[in-house]
């Protein structure tokens, strides 16, 4: 079964810049979450999918923002980029009712 | 969810049990234990998770105390590529996948595998 894909891999944009990044979950996943990755603040929690629809959000201003379509493929956008939005962009895919997440290998934004 | 503390790092010789130990004092009698890794510049990676029985997979095995207080993570033959930072996690089981909050990933510990 193949794993979780992200694409694009590595994006460059510069300040004021939107960005949008796309998650394919594996195959009969219909959870969907993201998460971003910083040195200074590690591994945070920006927001989960399932059904088309945003279960939880982590503490993020609305400068991010998501969605997930019919097929359970989400993606993520951020608007209004900042230098501080820099970082690697972590999308996971689990199935109802399990905790047991599966990462992807991320894309890794930077702003300049 | 209960907050975990683990060693920042710690090193171990290649072919040797590495045991990784990770406190949860507070953890409650709902909450379950989550191991995950991340290898540099990858995204994280499953490895077990348990109640309150020990746990063995094909990865590791999760030793968890009889009061759940702490328990500890064992790679049986580590190998260099188990090189990695290692998360010890403990929530509720969510309603789907991210559950309340999503996954809170504390520091970690760094595990070095020395040739």
């Known amino acids: 079964k193949a794993g979780v894909t992200q694409t694009p891999r590595y994006l460059i944009k510069t300040r004021g810049q939107q960005v949008t990044l796309s998650c394919s979950p594996i195959s009969g996943h219909r959870s969907v979450s993201w998460y971003q990755q910083t040195p200074g603040q590690g591994l945070q929690f920006l927001f989960e999918y399932f059904s088309e629809t945003q279960r939880n959000k982590g503490n993020f201003p609305g400068r991010f923002s998501g969605r997930q379509f019919s097929n359970s493929r989400s993606e993520m956008n951020v608007s209004t980029l900042e230098l501080g939005d820099s970082a690697l962009y972590l999308c996971?895919?689990?199935?109802?009712?399990?905790?047991?997440?599966?990462f992807g290998p991320g894309t890794r934004l930077t702003v300049l | 969810d209960a907050k975990t503390t683990q060693p920042p790092s710690m090193d171990c010789a290649e072919g040797r049990a590495a045991n990784l130990p990770c406190n949860h004092s507070?953890?409650?009698?709902?909450?379950?234990v989550y191991w995950y890794r991340q290898i540099h510049s990858q995204g994280p990676q499953y490895i077990i998770h348990g109640l309150k029985n020990n746990e063995t997979n094909e990865m590791a095995s999760l030793i968890i105390t009889e009061d759940r207080k702490s328990s500890t993570l064992i790679l049986p033959h580590a190998t260099l590529r188990d090189t990695a930072v290692y998360y010890c996690i403990v929530r509720v089981l969510g309603y789907s996948g991210g559950g309340a909050e999503g996954l809170t990933f504390g520091k970690g510990t760094h595990l070095i595998i020395q040739p």
């Open positions: 996971a895919s689990s199935t109802w009712g399990t905790d047991t997440q599966y």
């Open positions: 507070t953890i409650s009698g709902n909450e379950y």
